[in-house]
């Protein structure tokens, strides 16, 4: 069956450029997660939905990030006028969320360069 | 809050030794443990976790980890190491009122022939 996947895999941008990325998590999967991996570091939480509400968004380093998951499927991550500092790896997650301390499935992940 | 360290960042080792990655937490509330593997442009994949019951956790290529909670420890054992091994290693926590991960800074296996 098809795992998590996002789009693009790679995006290099000029500073002050916006970017979207996005998340397809498997299917019938209610949870959905965003990670900041920063080289050489570990996964850091954004932000995190329940269907289509966003019950979490305290990792979301600064007001130029925006996430949404209008129709509880389909997420997308935006970045507005990024800068130098958000290059990194940007992770999506979902789970089923039957109890507590469900597995998270990652997607391979988009690998954002702002030059 | 929680918190998660791995102190080793590097771990080298020869092909079919042991090997154990360490992994402590710090919590104020029960947590959940996992560790996740990470192989060279792919996401995670979940190795094992500990909900509850044994101490003693099974993974899957061999894996197992043992919950400590006077130490609050995890760490990560192997008997025997393959090349195949060889990926970044994420210890990570949720606790019992959250959903999301707190992972640690990650430990590279480095296994040679």
């Known amino acids: 069956g098809a795992g998590v996947s996002q789009s693009p895999r790679y995006k290099v941008a000029k500073r002050g450029q916006d970017v979207a990325l996005r998340c397809d998590p498997i299917?019938?999967?209610?949870?959905l997660f965003w990670y900041q991996q920063a080289l050489g570091q570990g996964p850091e939480f954004l932000t995190y939905f329940q269907n289509e509400a966003q019950l979490d968004k305290s990792g979301l380093p600064s007001d130029r990030f925006f996430a949404e998951r209008p129709e509880g499927s389909v997420s997308t991550l935006k970045i507005q006028r990024t800068q130098q500092e958000d290059s990194a790896v940007y992770l999506c997650?979902?789970?089923?969320?039957?109890?507590?301390?469900?597995?998270?499935?990652f997607g391979p992940g988009t690998r954002l360069t702002v030059l | 809050a929680q918190s998660v360290t791995q102190l080793d960042s590097q771990v080298p080792v020869f092909e079919e030794a042991p090997v154990e990655l360490r992994c402590n937490y710090s919590s104020s509330v029960s947590v959940y443990l996992f560790w996740y593997v990470q192989y060279p442009n792919q996401g995670l994949q979940l190795l094992l976790k500990?909900?509850?019951?044994?101490?003693l956790v099974k993974g899957i290529n061999g894996f197992e980890a043992e919950f400590n909670k006077s130490q609050t420890s995890f760490h990560l054992r192997k008997p025997s190491v393959h090349i195949s091994d060889t990926a970044e290693y994420f210890c990570a926590v949720n606790g019992y009122n959250t959903d999301k991960l707190i992972f640690g800074t990650g430990t590279r296996l480095q296994v040679f022939p």
């Open positions: 997650a979902s789970s089923l969320r039957l109890a507590g301390g469900d597995e998270q499935f």
């Open positions: 500990y909900l509850s019951g044994s101490t």
């Open positions: 299917s019938g999967h209610v949870s």
